[in-house]
Each structure stands twice: as structure tokens, then as C-alpha cells.
């Protein structure tokens, strides 16, 4: 089992150290053909539209197609906004991966950034989380499944084989979200 990690900008050394730390191999994600023979795919935070913009290179194109055939993807921050059916302000959505809409930078500027801790369905309680320019989900399809909320907003679920957060978990040391979605990827392998 190996889960790449995009790494067009964002938090993937953090990513990927959070994944070490559980034994996990990893790869780097740039092109298309380091999609090849993974288990599964972090979307690391970052800015969207760049991150977007990069992956037009075909690589957003075999994101769409392996969403659809439910490969593990995990989205934190900027990659919940790729892989949400939904984004605020836009026409459509990048990849369409889980069905939820998003409003983007809803908790504000840089400058109100925040850490706090969740308690989150299925991995425990007290999870810390680092919020930065982080979305919120607004809207949530039926058969999605919101694992964690923090204010009366969404900002963790589920839906099949994707997984997404509004925050970043990759920032703690705290990996049992990681752990959560290598369990994901080990179902979706067996």
C-alpha cells in the first residue's frame, strides 16, 4: 500500500511526516503517472485556484475518474474545496469527489487563524485542529456523513471511499485522523 500525497504547494511534508509516523509508504504526487499504483491520495491544504490551475495538466481530468470509481481521497482545507461537489462562488466544482457545497476562507483572513480541539465521530474526542483561511461545509448531500462540526458548522465528513476536513490535522502530532483514512484506503484495497 502506497498513499501519494499532491504535492503542488501546500502542507505535504506534513502529510507525509504524519503518514511515516504510522509506517506508511508514500509518494509524492506532480503528474499523472504518479497517480500509478497508489492505494490512495492526500490533498493537502494550500490555495485552491493555484492548486487547481496546476492540475489542469490532465491530472484534475484522472482525479474526476478515479472519484468516480470511489479511490480513497483525504482533503484537508484547500483539498476539501477540490474534491466538494460544490464551491461557493463558482460555476462547478474541481473533483467532485463528495457530495457537499463549501464557502471558502469562511472563518476570515490569515490573521484569524485559530487552533481548538473536536470531538470527532468515529475517532475520538478532544482531536486537536488548526484552522487557517479554512472553509466550512454548507451543505451536505444525503448520503454524506459529517463526522465533526465547530460552531454549528461543518467541518469534517464522509462519504464513501473521501474523506475531508476544513482543517488541518496534518499540523498536530495528533494522527488519528491519518489513521482514520489508512483504514479507508485498507478497506477499499481489500
Same mark, same amino acid.
Request: with cysteine; aromatic share 6%.
Given at each position: 500500500?502506497?498513499?501519494?500525497?499532491?504535492?503542488?504547494?501546500?502542507?505535504?511534508?506534513?502529510?507525509?511526516?504524519?503518514?511515516?509516523?504510522?509506517?506508511?509508504?508514500? @509518494?509524492?504526487?506532480?503528474?499523472?503517472?504518479?497517480?500509478?499504483?497508489?492505494?490512495?491520495?492526500?490533498?493537502?491544504?494550500?490555495?485552491?485556484?493555484?492548486?487547481?490551475?496546476?492540475?489542469?495538466? &490532465?491530472?484534475?481530468? $484522472?482525479?474526476?475518474?478515479?472519484? $468516480?470509481?470511489?479511490?480513497?481521497?483525504? &482533503?484537508?482545507?484547500?483539498?476539501?474545496?477540490?474534491?466538494?461537489?460544490?464551491?461557493?462562488?463558482?460555476?462547478?466544482?474541481?473533483? &467532485?469527489?463528495?457530495?457537499?457545497?463549501?464557502?471558502? %476562507?469562511?472563518?476570515? @483572513?490569515?490573521?484569524?487563524?485559530?487552533?481548538?480541539?473536536?470531538?470527532?465521530?468515529?475517532?475520538?474526542?478532544?482531536?486537536?485542529?488548526?484552522?487557517? $483561511?479554512?472553509?466550512?461545509?454548507?451543505?451536505?448531500?444525503?448520503?454524506? @456523513?459529517?463526522?465533526?462540526?465547530?460552531?454549528?458548522?461543518?467541518?469534517?465528513?464522509?462519504?464513501?471511499?473521501?474523506?475531508?476536513?476544513?482543517?488541518?490535522?496534518?499540523?498536530?502530532?495528533?494522527?488519528?485522523?491519518?489513521?482514520?483514512?489508512?483504514?479507508?484506503?485498507?478497506?477499499?484495497? %481489500?
Amino acid at each position: 500500500m502506497i498513499i501519494g500525497v499532491l504535492a503542488l504547494q501546500g502542507a505535504v511534508r506534513e502529510h507525509v511526516a504524519s503518514l511515516s509516523r504510522l509506517d506508511v509508504p508514500t @509518494r509524492l504526487v506532480k503528474r499523472e503517472e504518479d497517480l500509478d499504483g497508489l492505494s490512495g491520495l492526500v490533498l493537502p491544504g494550500g490555495e485552491s485556484t493555484a492548486i487547481a490551475l496546476l492540475a489542469e495538466t &490532465g491530472l484534475l481530468e $484522472r482525479l474526476q475518474t478515479y472519484a $468516480r470509481n470511489g479511490f480513497p481521497m483525504f &482533503g484537508t482545507c484547500a483539498g476539501m474545496i477540490l474534491l466538494a461537489a460544490e464551491v461557493e462562488g463558482r460555476n462547478d466544482g474541481y473533483i &467532485g469527489a463528495i457530495d457537499i457545497a463549501v464557502a471558502r %476562507n469562511a472563518t476570515g @483572513r490569515q490573521v484569524n487563524s485559530f487552533e481548538t480541539t473536536l470531538d470527532i465521530e468515529d475517532i475520538g474526542e478532544r482531536v486537536p485542529a488548526v484552522f487557517i $483561511r479554512a472553509p466550512y461545509i454548507t451543505r451536505c448531500g444525503s448520503t454524506v @456523513r459529517m463526522m465533526a462540526s465547530h460552531e454549528g458548522r461543518g467541518v469534517m465528513a464522509r462519504q464513501g471511499s473521501t474523506l475531508v476536513t476544513s482543517f488541518h490535522p496534518e499540523l498536530t502530532e495528533d494522527t488519528r485522523i491519518h489513521e482514520y483514512f489508512v483504514g479507508m484506503v485498507k478497506e477499499f484495497v %481489500n
